[in-house]
């Protein structure tokens, strides 16, 4: 691009590439809504006003034309879908760019895994941005299948369009000012770094914010997030598949403190984007429940933008990137025409581009197990009681239970009437032979076994089930599927979703991938009162960074001590 062409353009001497006539410009610098023509070159504005010469002039007729959405904290890889897949899933939706943290895959694959995502971003529409993930593993209370040392952090943030320090998770490690820790946050000096600090208060919090951490998306209580917001932090308010936190934080934004607040869905599954959307689904839900739009708007380009410093972007404004998206009706969000560096790529949900042949070649032979028979799944009883995993509905968060447990010989055995079931986490990296056993509440399954190979963060093989027979058979299909959701009844495997890559990414379309998505789906929540999307559930057992309680391939961590108990 031309610097004097477009300056040319900006006069008014020289014709724009394209001109988006006739349209109620959503301004989200001051919040007003003003209507004007857009004069672009190239990939970007060059101006706002009275122009009329263009290569392309396309009316809007009044349409409201708004910045490109952006996505400020996801893992894309919770979407289960290659990265051209999940492209094709957000564009349609008027995401235009996310930033992302890609420590699912790191943690199975290390830079491979990271390479795999950065050479992809290249070839897409979608502008995507990466955070250098600080946890992997997330602590030293599982197996990961790769680590990152401070120094892989200074390697990390000199690849291309990564910009700041991932979620840093052990919170624990940041308030006691663990060294290695605090290296790799020292390698990150002078950029972004996100915060991941669940029920941090008082004097902790000021430790963990001491640090130069600057966000948090994990705020589930209002009081929470005020707190943080008083802290100084940057108040990311998530609504994803599993993570709901919209209805308690909206009550925060309010002309004070908006500026200090955006959106972000953490993790969305395939289904989930394709029947609701991505970063445009919580702006809607935002207006239903009485945002302002533009303001809402604003929290889901603008503030992201500015909070990452991504001055290029977020607004509509000359020299800013032509990524654009038309509204048809604003109070309900009807995007119509998704515009990316100023060439059109998808109108009325459609995409307008060649889809991309995902590649399934790379990353395909991650599930590694050392052999074992079933015998080592018995739950040995250290007494009448045992702690017990409970989870809250519409949370990933969990309670710590101490719980009367049947047995047998001296092996607990599920109890399927007090709905408490087995739970199982098989190492899957180095075949080291780790097989964490304990129990759980609040899944509801009245037969068969649950098992998937996402688990986050390090992604060994998590399974729940009424009985040993069903776990064992669904982590052997996981490994013959080299990675998967699976659901198993009587020893037959009733449903499986396959993910070669890593085991935590398909290579099909995106239709096909939430076909056998909400196969599985449907099929686990035949088999009791099953909570919903109890894949996703199942996939933050193993998360040893979320309170309270959490089973690890190492065994179980009482989250807010720290341990393996």
């Known amino acids: ?74 893992h894309i890889e919770s979407s289960m879908l290659h990265p051209a897949q999940y492209a094709q899933a957000v564009v349609t939706r008027g995401t235009s760019t ?6 699912e895959i790191t943690n199975v694959a290390g830079f491979d895994g990271i390479k795999f995502v950065l050479d992809w971003a290249q070839k897409l529409p979608l502008d995507m941005f990466f955070m250098a993930p600080s946890c992997v593993p997330a602590t030293h209370m599982e197996t990961s299948g790769a680590e990152i040392t401070a120094e892989g952090i200074k390697r990390a943030l000199k690849l291309p369009n990564v910009i700041g320090l991932g979620e840093m998770m052990n919170f624990p490690g940041v308030i006691s000012g663990n060294k290695e820790v605090l290296k790799k946050i020292a390698a990150a000096q002078g950029k972004v770094i996100d915060g991941h600090a669940p029920a941090v208060t008082n004097k902790q919090l000021n430790a963990y914010l001491a640090a130069g951490i600057g966000s948090d998306h994990e705020s589930t209580a209002l009081e929470e997030g005020r707190e943080k917001l008083r802290r100084g932090m940057h108040l990311m308010i998530r609504e994803g598949s599993s993570e709901k ?87 309900k969000l009807e995007i119509d025409m998704v515009f990316h560096k100023g060439s059109l790529v998808a109108r009325g949900g459609s995409y ?81 032979g780790n097989i964490g056993l304990g129990l759980v509440k609040g899944f509801g399954l009245k037969r068969g076994a649950l098992a998937s190979s996402i688990a986050h963060d390090s992604h060994n093989i998590v399974a729940v089930g009424t009985n040993d027979h069903d776990i064992f058979t669904a982590v052997k ?30 290579p099909e379309p995106l239709e096909a991938v939430v076909k056998k998505s909400n196969k599985v789906g449907k099929t686990a929540l035949g088999l009791g009162n099953i909570p919903p999307a109890p894949f996703a559930l199942l996939s933050f057992i193993a998360l040893p960074v979320i309170p309270e309680l959490r089973l690890t391939d190492m065994g179980l961590v009482d989250v807010l001590e720290f341990k393996l108990i």
């Open 352 to 432: 307008l581009l060649p889809p991309f042949k995902a590649s399934s070649k790379k990353l395909t032979d991650t599930i590694h197990i050392k052999p074992f028979k079933i015998e080592a799944l018995k739950l040995i009883a250290r007494g009448e009681t045992f702690p017990v995993i409970e989870i809250i509905p519409g949370q990933i968060v969990t309670k710590k239970r101490i719980e009367r447990v049947k047995a047998k010989e001296g092996v607990i055995t599920p109890n399927v009437e007090e709905d408490i079931l087995k739970l199982v986490v098989v190492e899957r990296h180095k075949a080291n």
């Open 98 to 103: 996310v930033i992302t943290d890609l420590h």
């Open 1 to 74: 691009m031309s610097l004097s062409k477009l300056i040319s353009v900006a006069r008014g001497d020289a014709p724009a590439d394209l001109l988006l006539k006739n349209a109620k410009i959503i301004n989200t610098f001051v919040g007003i809504i003003e209507e004007g023509n857009v004069a672009i070159y190239g990939d970007r504005i060059a101006g706002i006003g009275n122009y009329q010469k263009a290569k392309e002039i396309i009316n809007l007729k009044g349409s409201y034309l708004a910045p490109g959405l952006i996505n400020g904290h996801t």
């Open 477 to 506: 299909e996981i490994e013959g599927l080299q990675g998967g959701l699976v659901v198993c009844v009587d020893g037959k495997i009733l449903a499986a979703l396959p993910l070669p890559i890593a085991g935590l990414l398909s």
């Open 245 to 331: 936190n919209l209805d308690a934080l909206l009550p925060l934004v309010n002309d004070k403190t908006f500026c200090r607040c955006f959106f972000v869905v953490d993790d969305r599954s395939c289904s989930d984007l394709l029947s609701e959307g991505d970063i445009d689904a919580v702006v809607r839900k935002a207006i239903k429940k009485g945002l302002d739009p533009v303001r809402a708007i604003q929290l889901a380009t603008i503030n992201t933008a500015e909070y990452f410093r991504l001055y290029d972007r977020g607004g509509i404004a000359p020299s800013y990137i032509a990524n654009l998206i038309t509204i048809t009706n604003l109070p």
